[in-house]
């Protein structure tokens, strides 16, 4: 597609075929006593069709002061609307504008509990001592903290002050980011244009550590030393995207790392990782998350899904992006391991989703787009990339995956231009080859071709034997290679046991690798999902204090449906969530009030 022509976006009332936002000026005070940030937002737009005369905007539970317009140089009230609010949607806001008009000003505050914001208690972060806020705009969240066209079709620039208490520092995925000076007001600008969803704000007490020239890393002072060693290698990762899809065309990659109650494992705000600090595993074996979220610097936020039906656009890419990067920095063998790991994800989801949520192409109509964010999108989207890697071969498939980076560069698109453009610059040139791929059956259809790629690993091979020996009652190869084994490999491990496992095997694998201590958050999750599921209650308190301190919505959903199973197990689960309902973000809270039941 060419700019600016536009999908029809369900889940957006913007109207950017008439009425286009092109930048944003924001004007905020972060209010941590009221919870709220209050000011104004100036929009300025550009008319495609200039017999409109409505602008149409996205709000969700905003306080809106009042609109104006600018008349001969001074700003005069302008005529506004604010519509009924719809349950997944929010409210339209349209605003009447005469001709000429290009920008408008709207006085707003946002609501304590605002779905896209989460103020945090000085209690729920690592110091203890001060209070933190921090935003997760994607996938329709953003208005609820700015009133925007909410519509990843729609692409802006922004700039931003910001004023906090004047110890706390204010960040945004945007040029300006301080790197140790405070005072209370600070300045943004984000030159790219990006979409609402990209939009972030962060506050609090946050310290700087340098990874390299144009790379660092953000987070509370007491943690920023461990996620800079962890994340030493994001240079090393940033020159391996680049050597493979062209230069990163975002000046700066910096990643800020949260308090746990962070509902996902990272957000990919450009120039801005927003990370969970649960990947600080210690010895780096959880950075693939850094390759994915960085990844997206090209998949997602450079070409960007047009609308959420077409989010496996920005997954699924970055899932096989992600694993070229691993491959590149760490070698073939930690990539092939964690391709195998995903593929096993993706049949653990085909084996539980509806087939309407098995298509890459998802129908979304009516529904929550969070609801859209399953793996599927991820593991499917990246085993297709491979099929087409293996079938054309990796050189031409790379030479055409960089051409798609510049030719889609900044715009937002739809799967349909992505398939044209794959016939046109891949198929058309090799009909023999691309007739082995069944593009409609991938794209539109539940479940997974026979083709699909099957990947191995030579380790993960030698971890299930392991777990089979270990099934029949031949524990020695495992006790031996345990305490050496990689993350991936002792979650493979760990997955291969027969399932459920009675108590006593349990109580032998705990034994021997000290499971219910371990700190590292994804061998811990499999683990207690492992002992909820054999019943075994030697790892019951840790099950409460893993629940209660982490947020991540990836580990907790499992957990908390595994709970529910049975009458005893969902009287744990409330009793549970009681304690940490008050800790999560809006989008885990609404996740597990579903499981659960709100009235927890
Ligand atoms: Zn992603």
């Keep these: 597609m060419t700019d600016p022509s536009v999908r029809r976006d369900v889940h957006s009332f913007a109207n950017p075929d008439e009425v286009r936002v092109r930048h944003v000026e924001l004007d905020l005070d972060v209010d941590f006593g009221r919870r709220i940030l209050a000011g104004s937002a100036v929009l300025h737009f550009e008319r495609p069709d200039s017999s409109a005369r409505r602008l149409l905007l996205d709000t969700r539970g905003l306080e809106i002061g009042g609109v104006e317009r600018i008349r001969g140089g001074a700003w005069s009230t302008a005529r506004h609307e604010l519509g009924a609010a719809d349950p997944i949607l929010g409210a339209p806001l349209a605003v009447d504008l005469e001709p000429g008009d290009d920008r408008v000003r709207i006085a707003y505050a946002t609501r304590p509990g605002a779905s896209g914001l989460q103020w945090l208690e000085p209690a729920q972060t690592a110091g203890k001592r001060h209070p933190f806020l921090f935003s997760q705009s994607q996938a329709i969240h953003a208005r609820s903290w700015v009133p925007v066209q909410d519509t990843p079709a729609v692409r802006v620039t922004y700039e931003a002050t910001l004023r906090t208490p004047s110890d706390l520092v204010a960040l945004m995925g945007a040029a300006g ?48 030393g461990r996620a800079a060693a962890e994340f030493e290698d994001t240079e090393r990762m940033m020159a391996a995207a680049e050597r493979l899809y062209g230069a990163y065309r975002w000046d700066r990659y910096d990643i800020l790392v949260l308090p746990p109650s962070f509902p996902f494992g990272g957000m990919e705000n450009p120039r801005l990782t927003f990370a969970t600090p649960t990947v600080l595993a210690g010895d780096k074996s959880l950075v693939s998350l850094i390759a ?105 498939f790379d030479a055409f995956l960089r051409g798609y980076f510049d030719h889609f560069a900044f715009q937002s698109i739809v799967t349909e231009d992505f398939t044209a453009y794959l016939r046109a610059n891949l198929f058309d040139g090799d009909r023999g080859r691309a007739t082995s791929v069944p593009l409609e059956e991938w794209m539109e259809r539940p479940g997974l071709p026979a083709s699909a790629p099957r990947p191995s690993s030579e380790a993960l091979g030698r971890v299930a034997h392991a777990a089979e020996d270990w ?24 997955r291969r046991l027969p399932s459920p496992l009675d108590v006593e095997r349990l109580q032998e694998l705990d034994g021997a690798f000290g499971l219910t201590a371990t700190e590292n958050s994804e061998v811990a999750f499999q683990w207690l999902l492992m002992a909820l599921r054999g019943g075994y209650g030697a790892s019951d ?23 529910v199973k049975t009458d005893a197990g969902r009287e744990r689960a409330r009793a549970i969530y009681r304690k940490a309902r008050p800790g999560y973000h809006p989008i885990s809270v609404e996740t597990v009030d579903r499981i659960v039941g709100s009235a927890a």
């Excluded at 031996?480 to 002792?490: K, L, S, Y």
């Excluded at 840790?542 to 919505?553: A, C, K, P, T, Y």
């Design 177 to 224: 980011n301080s790197t140790g000076e405070r005072g209370g007001v600070y300045r943004f600008r984000m030159p790219q244009r990006i979409p609402a969803y990209l939009m972030a704000i962060a506050a609090g007490d946050i310290a700087f550590a340098p990874l390299g020239p144009r790379s660092g890393v953000y987070a509370e002072p007491s943690v920023v």
């Design 471 to 494: 099934t029949a009652g031949r524990p020695a190869a495992a006790k031996a290679g345990f305490p050496g084994w990689t993350t991936h490999e002792r979650l493979q491990f760990l």
């Design 292 to 396: 994915h979220e960085l990844a997206h610097s090209w998949s997602g936020n450079l070409v960007t899904n047009a609308t959420w039906s077409d989010f496996w656009l920005n997954e699924g890419f970055t899932t096989y992006i992600e694993r070229r990067i691993v491959e590149e920095v760490y070698g073939p063998e930690t990539a092939a391991m964690e391709a195998v790991l995903g593929r096993q994800d993706l049949e653990d989801e085909l084996a539980r989703l509806e087939d309407r949520d098995e298509i890459l192409h998802i129908d979304l109509s009516g529904r929550d787009p969070d609801e859209g964010a399953t793996r599927l999108p991820y593991e499917k989207g990246a085993l297709f990339l491979r099929s087409l890697e293996e079938i054309f071969g990796r050189a031409r």
């Design 541 to 563: 308190a840790r099950l409460e204090q893993f629940l209660v301190s982490i947020g991540r919505r990836k580990f907790i959903k499992p957990l908390y449906e595994e709970l």
